[in-house]
């Protein structure tokens, strides 16, 4: 490894050493998988992993996030989110993040609690902050920590470290919950949700791996990653279309811009 990324594995060695016990919201992606992946190293039985399962979170995702548990060999509970339930969440204001967040930290903690143990971690890293995340303020407020920003780990960092460490994550798409895929003020419905899961779990069954369906009413616009364009328009072109619109959506889109994080958020 480089000098850089090595003394930044020392310090969050360090941070997961002396924080001694934790819970860790483990959805199963790039960051938490390491995050979890060092703490069993590093604590053993005392750290536990938590997944929350929800109507925004789907069942594809769920089953890697089990699967990369089992791997890891740490312990690992599933708890159930209900953010869909919370009315300032459904109206979906530009600060929705932060009941999600505010719910299931405080889930978390409840079974920190209950478990004798110290600290609630999350995986966000330091390329986290030239976003829009209304969340990291309910994680400040619930005490919440993050070893990886506190280490100074970049996204390309943790990709890196986790091939190192041969984690299967170490290539996989970034992933968001369903409720990404609806701009600000869209009400987030169970129906809804259903319709752009069901288009991106079809899109992913024809061979695309970075791609987003954002809900504009009856419109599909579909994010796929700069490499996937030519399948999109070409070869693949109609079985897109019969995809999406099976799933309830009368006109499909491409976005010529491509996949990006938080394309929603350009509204603000």
């Known amino acids: 490894m480089e000098p850089v990324l090595t003394a930044k594995l020392e310090k969050i060695r360090e941070i997961i050493s002396s924080i ?16 979890f992946a060092l703490a069993v190293k590093l604590l053993g039985e005392r750290a536990l992993a938590v997944t929350a399962t929800s109507q925004t979170y789907p069942e594809r995702e769920l089953k890697e996030a ?54 609630v971690l999350d995986g966000t890293n330091s390329d986290d902050a030239g976003d829009h995340r209304p969340g990291k303020v309910a994680a400040g407020e619930l ?76 419109v599909a616009r579909i994010e796929l990653g700069e490499q996937e364009f030519s399948q999109a328009v070409g070869p693949l072109r109609n079985e897109i279309i019969r995809c999406v619109k099976n799933a309830g959506f009368t006109y499909v889109a491409l976005d010529l811009q491509g996949y990006r994080t938080g394309a929603m958020n350009e509204l603000l």
């Open 66 to 119: 089990c699967d990369l548990a089992r791997m890891i060999g740490g312990r690992h509970r599933l708890i159930v989110s209900e953010e869909l339930d919370i009315p300032e969440f459904r109206d979906n204001p530009r600060n929705r993040c932060y009941y999600c967040k505010k719910e299931l930290f405080g889930k978390l903690r409840t079974i920190a609690d209950e478990e004798g143990l110290s600290f």
């Open 143 to 218: 005490g919440v920590r993050s070893p990886l920003e506190e280490a100074g780990f970049t996204k390309d960092d943790i990709r890196e470290l986790s091939r190192e460490m041969a984690l299967p994550t170490w290539d996989k798409p970034a992933f968001a919950c369903l409720s990404s895929r609806f701009p600000y003020g869209t009400a987030i419905t169970a129906e809804r949700v259903g319709k752009v899961g069901i288009a991106e779990e079809s899109l992913r069954a024809l061979g695309f791996r970075t791609l987003r369906v954002r809900y504009h009413d009856a």
């Open 20 to 35: 001694e016990s934790c819970v860790i919201g483990f959805s199963g992606g790039v960051d938490s998988t390491l995050l």
